[in-house]
């Protein structure tokens, strides 16, 4: 039997055998995710035939190392480093220098974070309606929940496609344009595709304010809150995304914009294509790969490489934590339409896990329990956060 590079190096890494030449060929596979499903089987393969009884590790030990896969040192917010790993290859990692003791620690963490595979949780709320308004240019306010599967009128003489949770706008140069502004509440999202053809998704408690014709020579919109873009190419028409004192130059090209008022940095992560960052008189390109980071107070930009897809989670369903314990909670309540307060001195530590947006906040704040560093005080939408 042909035995794969990949699975040669898990093998020699696992039992201490790994040259310092062959360790680093392994760290570099490990951060392609060509190898993920093959990671997956062989932790599987240990998983069956670790002798649970004999090998596995207290609860109390088991959850220590579950909180410093999960906890890493953050005493400074710092950019994000040139290479990130995902959070399940690094607890993978553990459970391989640790050996057959750590998988008890390492199944833990799996159940934790149900990582790739979210798994329902058994008081999982009931799926959420995308809740979401459109304010014409004259005022008038429609609840897109009254206009399922049907037309909506944008301005007077133009109707605009709403099927699902998508709301269609078709490029129509003949009309005088007024400004449209569609919002979502918080636990939603929605689609919205743009009179040019760009396709925007909206994130909970977000916004998008554009024309419904783009006749100028640019094509502009502003929003707040966090929105995904895969931009329709024209080269004789840039778009422009302009979000608080920041704007976003492109011309096709797929990224994520956080712009979140109450977060200090408005993020922009890049997946495809250029960008142009423009704050204040200070312009730099994104490459793929990268993500920018503009500081509302004096407006600097600061751009590394990171993990993107980190950042696009949200639209696949995920949350994707890695920070501290009040970024988490901003998150959380967005989503789960919540209120938290804080009493005592918090950790500092970063929290890094990963869940599916269909699991129930108890349970979420359950598992994050179990760091043994944060405890929660649920009281109806008030959840008190203490150390």
Not at 23 to 52: G, I, N, P, R, Y
Not at 102 to 108: D, F, H, P, Q, R
Not at 209 to 232: C, N
Not at 356 to 376: A, N, P, V, Y
Request: with cysteine; aromatic share 8%; charged share 20%.
């Amino acid at each position: 039997m042909t035995v794969s590079r990949f699975r040669y190096l898990f093998d020699r890494y696992y039992t201490r055998q790994c040259t310092p030449e062959e360790q680093q060929e392994f760290m570099l596979l490990m951060e392609q995710s060509t190898h993920d499903e093959e990671l997956k089987h062989l932790l599987d393969e240990l998983l069956l035939h670790a002798d649970d009884d004999a090998g596995a590790m207290p609860d109390d030990t088991a959850a220590n190392m579950l909180q410093q896969i999960m906890e890493t040192k953050n005493s400074e917010p710092q950019p994000a480093p040139i290479r990130v790993m995902p959070v399940w290859k690094r607890a993978a990692i553990a459970a391989c220098v640790l050996g057959v003791l750590a998988l008890a620690g390492y199944k833990l963490y799996v159940k934790t974070s149900a990582v790739n595979r979210p798994v329902a949780s058994n008081h999982a709320p009931a799926r959420k309606e995308e809740h979401a308004r459109l304010v014409r240019g004259d005022g008038a306010v429609i609840d897109l929940e009254q206009h399922k599967d049907a037309e909506v009128d944008v301005q007077t003489g133009v109707s605009v496609a709403r099927k699902g949770n998508t709301l269609s706008y078709n490029s129509n140069n003949s009309i005088t344009p007024t400004i449209n502004t569609l919002y979502t509440n918080k636990g939603g999202t929605y689609q919205l595709v743009l009179p040019d053809g760009t396709k925007a998704w909206l994130n909970a408690a977000s916004s998008i304010r554009f024309p419904t014709a783009f006749t100028d020579s640019t094509r502009e919109v502003t929003i707040q809150g966090e929105v995904y873009f895969e931009i329709a190419q024209q080269a004789s028409q840039p778009f422009i995304v302009k979000a608080n004192t920041m704007k976003i130059a492109v011309l096709g090209t797929h990224f994520n914009v956080m712009a979140y008022e109450e977060e200090q940095n408005i993020c922009t992560s890049l997946l495809e294509g250029a960008v142009n960052i423009i704050s204040g008189n200070t312009v730099r390109q994104m490459k793929p790969g990268q993500q920018a980071l503009v500081n509302r107070e004096h407006n600097g930009i600061s751009i590394s490489n990171a993990d993107v897809d980190a950042a696009i989670a949200w639209k696949e369903g995920r949350f994707e934590f890695n920070g501290n314990i009040k970024s988490i909670m901003r998150e959380l309540a967005r989503w789960y339409d919540v209120q938290f307060v804080y009493e005592g001195e918090l950790t500092n530590k970063a929290f890094a896990g990963t869940f599916s947006r269909h699991d129930s906040l108890k349970d979420i704040l359950q598992q994050l329990e179990l760091t043994g560093s944060i405890h929660f005080n649920i009281n109806d939408k008030t959840i008190t956060v203490s150390p």
